[in-house]
């Protein structure tokens, strides 16, 4: 017996469907998509790319269910020192809120503490929360640099994200090698035009 596509979700997700009045799956949704653009869902290579674009988008939008105060608040630990802190080359992946395609690049984190550091993995991991949203890129830059200023609070935060969106390189303009860098300086990285030059000078370092 054939399964409906109901059935056929529900096998491969795992999931209870929503079956609210008006409410619909993301799988749901993309076979019709599938079919307005003139392919047929049931044939074989497509039959199961509902649900793993349903599954593909729950992941690459996960960052709606964190929360930085809570990722960072459990990691913040007393120590003596006030020179810079610089988390280099980060990798991110977003999808520009535009035309939901991706853009990808390095995110460069760098800090002033004030008697407390945050624990080093936590600053990638911010950066893949923020990332894994709906974004554009001047935003990201900012949340990344504002949540650090906000719950660690040091004396500055400095953040640079250099990212190629192929929105740009498939579509529209087509410019498939250009970058988009974006910047956020807050407190002393603002302020204070040395510290700001050290990030800046290590950032764009890549030999030690």
Known sequence: MKKTSDELVVKLNGDALDRSPGA???AGMMRKVLGQ???DPEREGLRGTPVRYAK???FLTSGYEQDA???LNGALFDVAYDEMVLVRDIEL???CEHHLLPFFGACHVGYVPNKKVVGLSKIPRLVHMFARRLQVQERLTNQIAQALMEYVQPQGVAVIIEARHLCMAMR???QQHSQTVTSAML???RDCQQTREEFLSLAKKKDW
């Open 69 to 71: 105060q809570k990722l």
């Open 37 to 39: 653009l003139g392919e």
């Open 187 to 189: 407190g002393v990285f």
């Open 56 to 58: 593909a988008m729950r």
């Open 24 to 26: 619909e799956s993301i």
């Open 172 to 174: 529209g303009v087509e």
């Open 93 to 95: 992946f977003s999808l």
